[in-house]
């Protein structure tokens, strides 16, 4: 009987045994599936699928221990810091600000920072606050203001002002207040708050007046006492020699 031809190309005798009848030298698929069998014994080469994940975890502590450095900067930092809401709403706070405000940090959460200042001095924080946030916000008036406020560190706008702060236990105190936004975002969410006080410095400066005042009125007098010296000496040269004719 005649052979006949597989689909996969090879010759086969139909009265053949099973496995008999294939050509020695099969050709096209055959020497692929020949080949394909001959590898299936072979072990592929590992792929690690733990790499990926390694890294996105060295990534994500990274940014932790960057994040509580920061952390730990703002909170034990020698000077007062706020963060606050653009209405001045406290939304955190460090260790010193909340000694300086004498209360705890958790209760300062929340509280309106107008309320530790004098009430004579808010209209002056509003004020600031107010022209901080025009300056930093994008448009024609973002280019006015006045002297009081200045361009810091990475585009943030700085504003510097003098208040008497109260806090709610203990006496008031002179603060030097420092203000920052971020240069260009269309509406900041949020106010950074430097506080320090300078109630001593500002002690040290009225006894320094106190001490040019002292030392203009005592040489006012000086003055005065060397007019009349010179008028009375005037007036007894004249009266010796009115005796010596």
């Not at 790499?51 to 952390?71: F, G, H, I, M, V």
């Not at 280019?143 to 003098?162: I, K, P």
């Not at 008031?172 to 420092?178: D, E, P, Q, S, V």
């Not at 260009?184 to 106190?210: H, M, Y």
Request: with cysteine; charged share 30%; net charge negative.
């Amino acid at each position: 009987m005649a052979k006949v031809a597989s689909r996969r190309g090879c010759t086969v005798d139909p009265d053949s045994e099973p496995g008999e009848g294939i050509a020695a030298e099969p050709p096209g698929i055959c020497r692929e599936m020949q080949a394909s069998r001959a590898g299936e014994g072979k072990v592929p080469a590992p792929v690690d699928l733990a790499a990926p994940d390694e890294t996105a975890s060295c990534t994500l502590l990274a940014l932790e221990a960057e994040r509580q450095r920061y952390q730990d900067l703002f909170d034990f930092a020698p000077d007062g810091y706020l963060v606050t809401d653009r209405e001045g709403r406290i939304q955190e706070a460090n260790h010193a600000a909340a000694e300086l405000l004498r209360e705890d940090r958790s209760e300062l959460v929340g509280k309106p920072l107008a309320a530790f200042v004098h009430r004579s001095d808010r209209r002056l924080l509003q004020e600031q606050t107010a022209e901080l946030l025009q300056l930093v916000t994008p448009g024609p008036a973002s280019s006015s203001g006045s002297g009081r406020h200045a361009l810091g560190a990475a585009g943030q706008r700085v504003a510097r002002a003098e208040v008497r702060l109260q806090p709610r236990r203990g006496a008031a105190f002179t603060a030097a207040l420092g203000v920052a936004a971020t240069q260009g975002e269309a509406r900041p969410n949020s106010l950074r708050w430097l506080i320090r006080d300078v109630s001593e410095r500002k002690q040290d400066e009225t006894e320094r007046e106190r001490l040019l005042l002292e030392i203009e009125r005592q040489r006012e007098l000086v003055e005065a006492l060397a007019v009349t010296l010179e008028r009375d000496w005037d007036a007894l040269r004249t009266i010796m020699e009115n005796t010596e004719t």
